[in-house]
């Protein structure tokens, strides 16, 4: 799924009306009848009182046509108008004039902080108050009526954003956000939806179409690209028929140290589940019996060194490398990182004590082989890219160093992104049971075999992300968040191929 910046969307609205020949009050009342069968669907004509906060644009005229619609269906609707600003949108005037025709009851004017309105727990707000028009930050008493919709705990609903949320630029004043229960976003969601800074506010989102132009939108660069399981299954290479394991490539993972020796085991398992053909680690010398013995699979390589890696020796060209799980930060071990991005060809999946001895010696960074996939968490990512000032410049400073240095860059979080250059890919599977040690270990194990199965980096990369956070789905799914550990995720990696196929159930791709 693609993800616009709100200039598209407000594009898209254009051109849909001229295409289709529509008024966008017609738009609009295509868009509120969505959200009204959202709430019908579920609240199936329950008394309930439904406070609907409008404001004067044309969030605001969506607010309207679905309190029109609720009221036509008997439901116990009180509409507010926040009047913020003279300038009432046309839209916003017209369903302003129609909601007179189905109650007697007017909207309620709202001037300041007197207006509030008392709402029990258990009634429902529908927050209309701003969409994606937002162009300043909410100040005085309509920042202190967010403040009071905030504290207040009915269940509440955005429509298209929470209000004091920009779409697609960072958060100016987080205590000016409507804090919602549920989004309920139109044609496409935005990417402040996905982004740790913004993303709390959004809680779980759905996306409705409203049949805004197919045409402007499949040929519109985005933003960025949601990837779920339909995107997957497109990304997915079958295997061959006549296949043999060298088919499948000869993956090394360089990784462990003393104490951390668990980090190859991990990192050789989910290479293989993942699919490699062969899989070596090359460890210290430590770690020997416990790489043999945990997987009998796996051809194991040691250093001369007992405890730490000194000297990456190995005597076969692997088709792709993951190094830097559990290495340490020895002086030996920069060393013998050095020689091996000078003196080796394959692809490489750089993770954890890679990263941290890349920022520590910067003198690396010239050394990465070009198309590398680095997968820092926000930790390693500061020694990168140096601190940023909020989500939005994050992003901006990791995609200048990727076209620098010509890698890709996974940030791993709630929503992992991956950057390539200007591109973007969110990630939808995954939950917060996978905040977990090891499974960072995990995922290089997945993109390195994925890379030596033929992936090229940008597919390793996105498809792996995926796949391995749908395993984890799959994991939590039948152990819950708190009992799963990284090693459950390399065991249900099986389970997420076979997943990727089965169409008869929805991978819930918006549920964290
Ligand atoms: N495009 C689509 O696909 C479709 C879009 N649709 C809907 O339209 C929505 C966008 O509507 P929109 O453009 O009228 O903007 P909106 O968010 O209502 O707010 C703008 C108003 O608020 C005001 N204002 C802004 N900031 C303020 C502040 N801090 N404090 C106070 N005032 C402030 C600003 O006033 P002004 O700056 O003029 O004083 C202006 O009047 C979109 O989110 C979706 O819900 C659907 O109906 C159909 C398909
Ligand atoms: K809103």
Known sequence: MKIFSSEQLYEADKITTEKQQITSEELMERAGTQIFQWLHQRLQGAPVPIHIFCGIGDNGGDGLVVGRLLIEQGYNVIVYVVNCSDKRSENFLHNYDKIKNVTKKWPILMTSED???????EEIIVDAIFGIGLNRCPDGWVKELIQYINKRKAFKLAIDIPSGLYSNSPLEDKEAVLSANHTLTFQAPKLSFFLPETAPFVSNFDVLDIG????FLHKSEPLAHLISKPEAQRFY????????????????LVAGSYGKIGAAVLSTKAAFRIGAGLVTAFVPKCGYPILQTAIPEAMVITDKNEEYISSIEVDFEPSAIGVGMGLGKNKATVEALKK???????PFVIDA???????????LLKLLPKNSVLTPHPGELKGLIGIWKNDYDKIEKVKKFSSKHEVVVIIKGAYTLTVYGDKLYLNSSGNPGMATAGSGDALTGVITGLLSQGY???????????????????AAGQMGYEAL??????????DAYIDLFNNTKNDEPYEK
């Open 340 to 346: 091996l991005f000078t003196n080796t060809e394959s």
């Open 115 to 121: 207006d509030f309105p008392e709402i029990n727990p």
């Open 456 to 474: 090229d980096p940008l597919l390793a990369s996105v498809f792996g992300v995926y796949i391995h956070g749908r395993a984890g789905d799959i």
């Open 485 to 494: 550990m990284a090693g459950d995720i390399i065991e249900f990696l099986a």
């Open 353 to 363: 004590d890679a990263l941290n001895n890349i920022s520590k010696n910067k003198e």
């Open 237 to 252: 290479q079958p295997r061959e028929k006549f296949g043999h394991k060298g088919t499948y490539g000869h993956a090394l």
């Open 212 to 215: 805004l132009d197919l045409e």
